[in-house]
């Protein structure tokens, strides 16, 4: 299994920025598509972003625009620059493993919360 981490969650202001990291510290990331999925209280996970194994991305209409996905191979991770924060952005934000960004998910991390309030 592919062992993924989150980290760069927090609370932030409506308006102001994040950026999310997904490390692994055993398995290569640019081996993998790697998504960005979100769940929040009471609602079903849906996906977010994703970047392809040839590094094509693809964003969820409602962070287009304000939402860069980018992989950092040197570092072995893959961002998600969040900015332009709404309160609808709150969620547990995961970051997962997959061949294609159209396929199964292979694995998932364990998740890292994001607050948006004033």
């Known amino acids: 299994q592919v062992q993924l981490v989150e980290s760069g969650g927090g609370l932030v202001q409506p308006g102001g920025s994040l950026r999310l990291s997904c490390a692994s510290s055993r398995f290569t990331l640019d081996d993998y598509a790697i998504g960005w999925f979100r769940q929040a209280p009471g609602k079903e996970r849906e996906g977010v972003s994703c970047?392809?194994?040839?590094?094509?991305?693809y964003y969820a209409d409602s962070v287009k625009g304000r939402f860069t996905i980018s992989r950092d191979n040197a570092k072995n991770t893959v961002y998600l620059q969040m900015n332009s924060l709404k309160p609808e952005d709150t969620a547990v934000y995961y970051c997962a493993a997959l061949y294609y960004c159209s396929g199964p998910v292979m694995n998932w991390g364990q998740g890292t919360q994001v607050t948006v309030s004033s």
């Open positions: 970047i392809s194994r040839h590094n094509d991305t």
